[in-house]
């Protein structure tokens, strides 16, 4: 616990860690005490626009971004939560007709890390619980087009059922790249007009072809 203040300390104001490290426990309280607000989540609220930038509405979001969404939330979001931020706040512009256009996702959210670090945690974070909240609303509405993914703690004792659980993880690895491609007839050159496609669209394709199919 003694460690974790200095660190915590150190992070907040920016400062060596030696500079807390010669404190007496009744100093180091004194200090966390005024900082305990620490402990608490931060506001749920968030802002639609920051500076130049807006806010994509999730509804609109293409499958390519769905797809790097999941891999950040699935992969320790806060973690991620820059990569999130670049990837849903975007420039806009106007159309001949005056009418607002978001930028497209053609560039890759790590280059635009930097760019949200100086923004207050109250203007972005409650964006997290919000698109967690769409996630779970987005999943248990297509949840029967979502392949599901055998566990490694599962106990396997037949050579064949092993097998089958090896052959449906490599399947996993290429999940997307496989509904991809059955979309597009296999003709790699739609590949990213498919990923521009919106993500709910794709999800309606895909239940109809399968209560077609059935």
């Known amino acids: 616990m003694f460690n974790y203040q200095i660190d915590v300390l150190s992070a907040l104001t920016d400062s060596d860690i030696s500079e807390f490290e010669e404190l007496d426990i009744d100093e180091l309280t004194v200090l966390t005490e005024q900082i305990k607000w620490i402990n608490s989540e931060p506001s749920k609220r968030y802002k639609n626009k920051l500076d130049k930038y807006v806010l994509k509405p999730f509804t609109k979001i293409s499958l390519g971004e769905f797809i790097d969404l999941e891999h950040y939330f699935s992969n320790n979001y806060l973690d991620h939560f820059c990569h999130i931020l670049a990837l849903l706040y975007r420039r806009t ?91 597009c007839n296999d003709d790699l050159s739609k590949f990213n007009d498919i990923l521009d496609m919106s993500a709910v669209l794709v999800f309606n394709i895909l239940g109809m072809k399968k209560t077609l199919d059935s």
Not at 136 to 142: Q, R
Not at 166 to 181: D, L, V
Request: charge should be negative; hydrophobic fraction near 30%.
């Open 93 to 183: 512009s106007k159309n001949v007709y005056g009418d607002d256009i978001i930028e497209p996702y053609n560039y890759s959210p790590s280059d635009r890390l930097d760019w949200y670090l100086d923004y207050k945690i109250t203007d972005v974070y409650g964006l997290i619980p919000e698109y967690i909240k769409f996630r779970e609303n987005f999943t248990n509405t297509y949840t029967n087009l979502l392949v599901d993914v055998v566990t490694d703690d599962e106990v396997l004792d037949d050579a064949d059922e092993i097998k089958e659980q090896k052959r449906e993880q490599e399947k996993q690895k290429f999940a997307w790249e496989s509904t991809i491609m059955a979309l």
